[in-house]
């Protein structure tokens, strides 16, 4: 069943007759500490305190995996419980030792977002900047790698998928019947048409936009384009990267002559990925996403702006100062923020205000009405404007989370939803210093997110690890408890709508989902109760999460009545593996859910979309006098109609097969994996049917390691504490600049 075969929980390896795989080698201790290098010492101390131990997990869990394939290797045939062991063992052993944690900058043209990553990373024009138009063109993800140059991979569309493109921007273009002048004259200044006609003659030249879709497919572009649809580019510098870098994201100019071989290729563009070396910055592990605009035209690309939102498991909106108090955009941006809470993998949300050095001194006296505190200089003025800003959208921000997010979200435990930085003052310092540019609370924000998630993987990996190893070494004990046995304007714009089936995604104008306001009133009801369902904390009513674990915490008492009347009363292995087990398998839902969520919160607008497609389709057909308004009645009547069919019943009916899916998918993976479980504890020679290799020295040593968790968190504790007590003695290091 295809909703369960994504499952990728941290359960037990499928069992696999190739057991003999290697598993992959340890990284260098050198490229280790390079990781290490953004994070203050007090930091550096504990992560490398973490580090350790996964090391020397991993190493014992390879150990362990080389004894017991030594053991079985010349046997024909290897019973299950042995493949269990095997499988588990080198599930462990190659888990990724930190998936990556993405931040996307969400937000409007101009916004900031460019230069706010510059600033971040201490690469003043790295990233194309602008304050007035549209500078990046594409997502652009920033991370930092092990690797010794900066270098960028260009990620252009398939064949396939610019052939898709092509035949939506020559639909847009042409028309079945010839219009009056009227109307041609207003379809020239749309700026979707516009686009279009310049992103043809960009990418085969002028005339282009007056071609047949067939006689563009066998044109042939102006630029090089590699088999590989990659373009890789590496420097020593990262001045050098940016210039080669810069014709690839940076928005082009319709008025530009002579374009150069980079630009010719620019339509085809789909996304970009900058990796800096060994940053002192950005750790190892974060990637910084620049998410321009409200999608693409592009489907391709339009599915990839939706996913890149969606898998950020932070999400700042960024805003400049003079924009973040009202306007459509804005609050557009919020509330699609929001929605990736409902959908995704989104914990967090900031919004970070820009530009903050911007103020108008004798108008902010003007209309200033905070206390009666006399405002001397600039920098007072800004200071203080800052703070109220912060004040306020934090009121409002949380409100706004608090009506969409479930009351025991982590979000809205935040003291801090709202951020105030200026990128310019970063690097000029006329008015603020480098600390109230905010620019290096971001930068600590990040190292605490890559920490906190650092310290739970670590001690869920060797409280796994531990409870394996007991079981494995449990095996070759002398005396064995007794066994048991179990189980044109507006015009062209709604054609473009039509033509992508209700939803248009443009760099210049705001996004337009007919099928999401269609359903907009169904979501505003059902929005407590699906973030209810998924929502953590107490089990109460229809929430999922809790009750799942409500449900590992009853199987494992179960589990020890069984182990008691089954004689497992001095097999403390047992009960160690059955609890760990359990946790693993229960605990390797909740990805799984996630990634399940995102379906089911949109399967009432695919629904929608999906029964409204034949009347978009006609839609898009119309041309000539009037199109708009037939265009218009066309769609209304395809609505109205559909309504009247059940539209609204079968949009349900199947987000409530969705969910049955959800709920089969979790039945079989937890019978699956428990059976198998049991099979194993219950069995001493039926599952193993032989002794295995001595693991004794591996377990005393994982032994040791799980204890010494408790000693790595309470340093780390101290070590704050100190660290936070320095501070405070100390004076402040912090000089305000000249006004």
């Not at 911007?358 to 007072?380: C, D, F, M, T, W």
């Amino acid at each position: 069943m295809e909703d369960t075969e994504d499952f990728v929980g941290q359960g037990p390896h499928p069992v696999d007759d190739d057991v003999f795989k290697e598993p992959m080698k340890k990284r260098r201790r050198s490229d280790r500490d390079q990781r290490f290098r953004a994070f203050p010492s007090v930091e550096q101390s504990a992560l490398k305190e973490y580090e350790k131990l996964e090391s020397r997990t991993r190493r014992v869990l390879s150990n362990t995996y080389q004894k017991l394939i030594q053991s079985v290797f010349l046997d024909d045939s290897i019973p299950n419980g042995v493949k269990y062991l095997i499988n588990r063992l080198l599930a462990l052993i190659e888990k990724p030792s930190l998936d990556p944690i993405y931040i996307g900058l969400f937000g409007s043209t101009g916004a900031g977002k460019s230069s706010l990553i510059n600033a971040i990373i201490q690469q003043a024009m790295f990233l194309p900047v602008s304050g007035e138009s549209i500078c990046t063109s594409c997502i652009v993800q920033v991370s930092s790698g092990c690797c010794e140059q900066y270098e960028a991979k260009i990620h252009l569309l398939s064949d396939q998928e610019w052939k898709e493109e092509l035949k939506n921007l020559t639909k847009l273009l042409h028309r079945t019947e010839e219009p009056d002048r009227e109307e041609a004259d207003m379809w020239d200044r749309d700026d979707a048409v516009e686009e279009a006609i310049w992103k043809l003659q960009m990418f085969y030249g002028n005339g282009a936009e007056r071609k047949s879709y067939e006689e563009l497919l066998r044109a042939r572009p102006k630029g090089k384009i590699p088999t590989s649809r990659i373009i890789t580019l590496k420097a020593e510098e990262a001045g050098e990267l940016s210039v080669k870098l810069d014709p690839y994201i940076r928005t082009q100019r319709r008025d530009l002559d002579g374009e150069s071989a980079e630009t010719q290729i620019w339509p085809l563009i789909k996304h970009v990925e900058v990796t800096l070396p060994k940053s002192e910055l950005i750790p190892e592990g974060v990637v910084l996403v620049d998410i321009p605009g409200t999608g693409d035209f592009n489907s391709k690309r339009d599915e990839m702006w939706k996913k890149t939102i969606d898998k950020c498991s932070v999400i700042w909106v960024i805003s400049d100062i003079e924009r973040v108090s009202g306007g459509r955009a804005h609050e557009d941006l919020l509330n699609e923020s929001i929605k990736a809470c409902q959908r995704g993998f989104c914990r967090d949300v900031a919004l970070v205000v820009t530009k903050t050095d911007k103020l108008h001194l004798p108008e902010y006296l003007r209309e200033r009405k905070v206390g009666n505190r006399a405002i001397l200089s600039q920098r007072e003025a800004v200071l203080e404007r800052n703070e109220m800003i912060k004040l306020q959208r934090n009121r409002i921000l949380k409100e706004k989370l608090k009506r969409k997010l479930p009351a025991d979200s982590k979000v809205l435990e935040a003291s801090d939803l709202v951020y105030t930085v200026s990128a310019q003052e970063y690097w000029q310092q006329a008015l603020l210093t480098e600390e109230e540019t905010e620019i290096p609370r971001l930068r600590g924000y990040i190292r605490k997110r890559l920490l906190d998630k650092k310290r739970r993987m670590v001690t869920k990996y060797v409280t796994e690890a531990f409870g394996l190893l007991l079981l494995t070494d449990s095996f070759n004990c002398t005396e064995n408890p007794p066994r048991s046995r179990g189980n044109q304007g507006f015009h062209q714009t709604l054609k473009a709508v039509c033509l992508k089936n209700g939803v248009y995604a443009s760099r210049t104008l705001a996004r337009i989902d007919l099928n999401e306001a269609i359903t907009q009133p169904i979501y505003d009801q059902i929005d407590p109760v699906f973030g209810g369902i998924f929502r953590a904390g107490m089990p109460t009513g229809s929430t999922l999460l809790p009750h799942i674990e409500a449900f590992k915490h009853s199987l494992q008492e179960k589990m020890m009545e069984m182990g008691v009347r089954n004689g497992w009363k001095y097999d403390s292995y047992k009960k160690s593996f059955l609890i760990q087990e359990i946790s693993a398998i229960l605990g390797g839902l909740e990805d799984y859910i996630l990634r399940k969520k995102r379906r089911i919160y949109e399967s009432l607008t695919t629904s929608v979309q999906n029964d409204l497609k034949p009347c978009y389709e006609e839609a898009a057909q119309i041309a000539g006098k009037k199109a708009c308004e037939r265009m218009k009645d066309v769609l209304r009547r395809g609505v109205e109609q559909q309504v009247a069919e059940g539209m609204f019943e079968r949009a349900q009916e199947r987000m409530q097969h969705q969910f049955q899916l959800l709920k089969n998918g979790i039945t079989e993976k937890v019978k699956g994996s428990i059976a198998t479980m049991l099979t194993l504890a219950s069995s001493q020679g039926d599952g193993l049917y032989k002794e295995l290799a001595d693991v004794k020295s591996e377990y005393k040593e994982m032994e040791k390691l799980h204890r010494s968790l408790k000693e790595v968190a309470e340093n780390a504790v101290l070590r704050r504490g100190m660290q936070d007590f320095l501070l405070r003695m100390s004076p402040s290091k912090a000089v305000p600049p000249k006004a």
